[in-house]
């Protein structure tokens, strides 16, 4: 019987995140700096081998239920169906998180070798702002790399959206139209601080009921049941789908949260805005046995915080960036 994951608080986690670089083809502003972030050596990276020990240790022993893999940009991992084959090999449900760039030519590769469904970053529907965004003018691409995602029968598609007050905040609209006639699911993500440059405020968070008012003035909505996922989802009325909001602002979902997170170095993080990490890199390597990963794991799992405090006058940004610690 699956030994759960659980901290002091009754969280159970069920839901694993594992970056697989820290590199990125991308410079988005709310994510990465410019220039000047120092890559990790490949030798510190976990090995595919390393990964599946884990998350095969995570499945079967502790009940964990659902993977991601992130990055970074997860596709600039060389070889990365391999890896999609040796979790799809668990009983689990296996996505990723990736900007899209390069899903025209990964995308049936990937879903043969069992990723089940995707998340595609889009930011802006508009070339230059894009760019301004993203630090790269690759929009088609990544337009072109939903459809591909779609042609591949991943399911469901979903498009990650940040949005940022005065940035891009007027795109709302836009980008929910985008999303029902795509047949895609638009997940729009409260602007959170985890920006390189520490330039995050709350006054640039659009907040959760700004946003669905913003819909529901076009689109009549219908709110869905609320599950452990992060979003809140909301239906349109005509049929024409659903989106769903991050909240992780306005709306803390801290109370229910199931999600772990294993860095591409092999740290182990029992919270995205986690200060303290755990490593399992270390142990993988000095000829640790699975009962000593399990130990690492319950204990840092335990010492979980209640919240991220995000609101409070103590609240301490994490000494990594989102690519660092994988989204």
Request: aromatic share 6%; charged share 30%.
């Amino acid at each position: 019987m699956a030994r759960q994951l659980i901290d002091t608080f009754g969280r159970v986690h069920r839901d694993l995140r594992i970056s697989v670089t820290d590199r990125c083809s991308f410079r988005c502003t709310y994510c990465m700096p410019a220039e000047g972030l120092e890559w990790l050596p490949r030798e510190e990276l976990l090995t595919f081998e390393e990964i599946e020990r884990v998350a095969r240790l995570m499945v079967e022993r502790h009940g964990v239920e659902s993977i991601r893999l992130t990055g970074g940009e997860p596709t600039v991992r060389a070889s990365l169906s391999t890896l999609v084959g040796m979790l799809a090999d668990l009983p689990v449900d296996l996505t990723m998180t990736t900007n899209g760039v390069t899903l025209r030519a990964l995308a049936g590769d990937l879903a043969a070798a069992g990723l089940k469904r995707i998340n595609i970053s889009l930011d802006s529907l508009h070339v230059d702002r894009f760019v301004e965004l993203t630090r790269r003018d690759n929009l088609g691409r990544v337009l072109d790399g939903i459809d591909a995602a779609i042609e591949a029968g991943l399911d469901p598609v979903k498009v990650n959206v940040v949005v940022m007050r005065g940035v891009n905040d007027d795109e709302i609209v836009d980008l929910a139209r985008f999303g029902r006639e795509r047949g895609v699911e638009v997940r729009f993500i409260e602007f959170m601080p985890l920006d390189a440059d520490r330039s995050w405020s709350d006054g640039a968070v659009v907040g959760c009921d700004e946003i669905v008012a913003r819909i529901a003035e076009v689109f009549p909505l219908e709110p869905v049941d609320r599950t452990s996922a992060p979003a809140t989802r909301y239906r349109y009325l005509d049929g024409a789908g659903c989106f769903g909001v991050v909240a992780s602002v306005t709306r803390s979902f801290c109370d229910t949260c199931d999600r772990i997170r294993l860095t591409a170095d092999g740290q182990f993080r029992n919270c995205l805005f986690a200060v303290e990490e755990f490593d399992l890199r270390s142990l993988l390597r000095s000829g640790a046995s699975d009962e000593d990963l399990s130990e690492l794991l319950q204990g840092a799992v335990a010492a979980k915080w209640a919240g991220h405090g995000i609101s409070s006058v103590d609240f301490i940004r994490p000494n990594r960036s989102m690519s660092q610690i994988g989204g």
